[in-house]
């Protein structure tokens, strides 16, 4: 049974956010060093960002596919700010 909430299938339902390897989340899990909650994993093994909209001012990036990702930019801000793990 999923824990996320049912609305979201109907909102990201297109097969352009349809993960096509859910392996990469664990792996970048894992490269990171973080446990993710349950949730935030069911997310992002069954859906693939970047996601966004015109009228919203904010992009919620994907963990690991495309340049700029969740893991990259983690990576970044601690090398560049020690932002801790």
Known sequence: MSILPERLDEVLGEEIYKREDSNLVQEALIR???NA???FQEFYIQYAGPF??????????DIADEENNIESCT?????????PK
Not at 75 to 83: A, C, D, T
């Open 32 to 34: 990171l060093g973080v």
């Open 75 to 83: 990576l970044i801000s601690r090398k560049e700010h020690g932002f």
């Open 52 to 61: 966004w909209e015109e009228h919203v001012p904010y992009e919620l990036l």
């Open 37 to 39: 909650s349950d949730t």
